[in-house]
């Protein structure tokens, strides 16, 4: 005679629910504590490059007009000036300037090259353009040019800061400067 298994009972089937409940809470705890992990690594990732970038956002490129405070009239002598606020010296700084206006004839560009500037320190030169710009309270001069920063930090990192954006960082040496491609209008030693 064959002997029939009883059918289940109501302590059998909370215990496939409970071993089933067990399973879901198990993949989700799983899931959250990945996705922790993913956001903890996301968060020293960023922290770590807000460490290195700290230097490079204390050098500043400014254009200003030659003549001093005066911001009306109109002047053909820019100065293009790199301050170094950090506590530390930045070396194979590149400055390059190029007028945003639609001025005709050839653009008005400017580079030069510096070998270092000391920290707390600010080295500079004197643009002069092929046509004058019109500064005026409304429209600086610092809005008339486009100008970007190349340089190396106490870190040996390689940055570029254009006009008042956070610097970037240059990894691929394709990126660098058309200072060193070949638009370098002189060379002076700081």
């Known amino acids: 005679m064959q002997q029939i298994a ?9 215990q496939a ?9 198990s993949a989700l705890a799983f899931a959250a504590a990945v996705g922790l992990l993913m956001h903890e690594m996301w968060i020293r990732r960023r922290e770590g ?9 204390m050098v500043l490129v400014s254009v200003l007009d030659a003549r001093g405070s005066l911001d009306e009239g109109t002047t053909r002598m820019l100065m293009v000036n790199v301050r ?8 194979d700084v590149e400055v ?3 007028r945003r206006d639609g001025a005709t004839g050839a653009p008005d560009e400017f580079a030069f090259k510096i070998e ?6 600010s080295d500079g030169d004197l643009w002069l353009l092929r046509s004058p710009v019109h500064p005026s309270p409304s429209a600086p001069v610092a809005e008339q040019v486009d100008s970007s920063v190349y340089f190396t ?9 254009r006009g008042q954006q956070q610097p ?10 058309p200072v060193q491609r070949g638009a370098l209008v002189r060379w002076r030693r700081a």
Do not use: C, K, Y
């Not at 170094?84 to 070396?91: E, F, G, L, M, P």
């Not at 930090?153 to 800061?161: P, S």
């Open 6 to 14: 009883d059918p289940p009972t109501i302590t059998d089937w909370m």
């Open 84 to 91: 170094n606020h950090s506590q530390a010296t930045i070396i």
């Open 96 to 98: 390059a300037a190029r």
């Open 49 to 57: 490059q807000d460490r290195l970038a700290a230097q490079a956002r």
């Open 116 to 121: 270092a500037i000391e920290a707390g320190q």
């Open 168 to 177: 970037e960082r240059i990894i691929e040496e394709s990126r660098w400067s």
């Open 153 to 161: 930090d106490a870190q040996g990192l390689r940055w570029v800061r």
């Open 17 to 25: 629910w409970g071993t089933l409940a067990g399973a879901l809470f």
